[in-house]
Structure formats: structure tokens, C-alpha cells
């Protein structure tokens, strides 16, 4: 595989240093996955597909064709028609067990939701409140009946330095952060609690370009880590560069799996539903 390359915002970044993934065992399996909107409509179709400790698996597909809600089925906060899902050593029937993103956490999966104002941070609180969102229950963060303030802002801190987010100021509403360092607490707070399973969404949307590259560069060391990556983008050069394997999605099925060199013609037939190599 020869070099790649990520064109954004008039800049290209380069992936030649990106070493060759050594996979693992499994570290996430899903299994004929069924999802159903409100409405009745099957967003996610009898979905399956593994991904191993030690890899980065993208999933590429235009917006609005099942990655969404693949992704939030996954993270607890979708409920599953059908489907099995296999983590930390546990097969889970999620349409028989719910499972809810609390317990999904304590499975050791972190999710960096593809809307972060949604989804991710509560943009009224100050950073160091954000840095612990979804957390705040872990007896790390308490003192006696109430939480340790001032040990949370140590760790705020803490985490503002290792991932250079500016301003670096702990008590500034998150509100007052560029998108590219909102996006630097989520991912703060999710890869520090060292999950073995890290659902990522979009992690580049809206963010600038240095923003986009410390990302990247974060994403690839966590899978040298041998951590399991999924990753979800729309950019199709994103999930090239990133990813050692490539699943897309169209009309919430998986039709097909490639190599991340495979030709942005072949992608893009794949993309449109057209299955068979690109002439």
C-alpha cells in the first residue's frame, strides 16, 4: 500500500508514516444488526462485521445511509430491532437485553459521537465539567458524598496540556472553544479512560486543520496501542487514510468490504449501491 493522503480545507495531510496495522483478536463483533426508526423504517439492515484490537475499521457511505444510527445502536443510545452484539468477553442480544451508553462505558467502549453539541458536550458547562460528561458517576471524581471539585480540574488540567487545548483555562464555558478544541475535550475525555473499544464519528467535522491532524495522529498511535477503532466519515479520503479496512454502507446494508487503496471509483459505485469492481 503506498502512501495516503487526506485533502481538507485546501491542505493535504500525509499518512506515510502510518505503519502497517498488526491485528489482534477480536475485539468487537456485530451481528445481524436490525435497526428501526420511530417510524417504522429500517435504518440499519442485518448488519455484521468484527473489528480487531489493533486495527482502524471505517465504514464510508453517503450521509443518511445507516451509519448514524449503526454507530448509535452500538453506543446504547438507539434501541435494536435485532442483533447480537460480542465485547469484553460477553454476547449481548441487544433487541432481548437494551443496553444503555453507562454500560456500554463500563464495557470498555468510548464513543465520540459524530454531533458534539448534541451529543457531546453541554456547551453551558465549563470545561472541566465536560471533561468528566458521562463519567461523573466513577468514584474517582468523589469525595465522600459529593464530587471532588478541585481533583477534577487537577485531572481538567491535566488533559488540556497532554492535548493542547486552548485556551488552556478548565473554567471557561466550552461554548467559548473553537470546534477543533470542543472536539479535543471529547476526545480527551474518552481516550483517557483507556477503552479497548473507541467508536468515532466524524471527528474531523468542523474542526481546523491543525485540529484535524493531532486527531489523526492520536486515532493511528491508539490503534498501534492495540486499541479497536470504528470509524465513521463521510470524508471519503478520511476513511482511506485511516482505516485498514473498509466497509461501505448503502441503505443501511454493509455491500462491501476494501482494502483502504481501493480506487475512489470503486468506492464510489459501492457508495451508490452499484456492486462489482469499477471499469
Known sequence: QG?????GVGIVLSFDDKKPAEPKEVALSVSNLTVTDSRGVQRVKDVSFDVRAGEIVGIAGVSGNGQSELLEALAGMRSVT??????????????????NPA???????????????????????????????????????????????????RLAEAEIEKYDIRPPNPLLKTASFSGGNQQKIVLAREIERDPEVMLVGQPTRGVDIGAIEFIHRRLIE????????????????????????????FDGRVVGERPPDASESELGLLMAGVEGEAV
Not at 112 to 133: Q, T
Open 82 to 99: 435485532a442483533g447480537t452484539l460480542q465485547i469484553a468477553g460477553e454476547t449481548i442480544d441487544l433487541a432481548k437485553t437494551p443496553v
Open 222 to 249: 491508539l490503534r498501534d496501542e492495540g486499541k479497536a477503532i470504528l470509524l465513521v466519515s463521510v470524508e471519503l479520503d478520511e476513511i482511506r487514510g485511516m482505516s485498514d479496512r473498509v466497509l461501505v454502507m
Open 3 to 7: 502512501p495516503m493522503e487526506f485533502q
Open 103 to 153: 454500560e456500554m462505558r463500563q464495557k470498555s467502549m468510548a464513543h465520540v459521537p459524530e454531533d458534539r453539541h448534541r451529543a457531546g458536550l453541554v456547551n453551558s458547562f465549563a470545561e472541566y465539567e465536560n471533561s468528566i460528561l458521562g463519567y461523573h458517576n466513577d468514584p474517582a471524581y468523589s469525595k465522600g458524598l459529593f464530587l471532588d471539585i478541585a481533583g477534577i480540574k
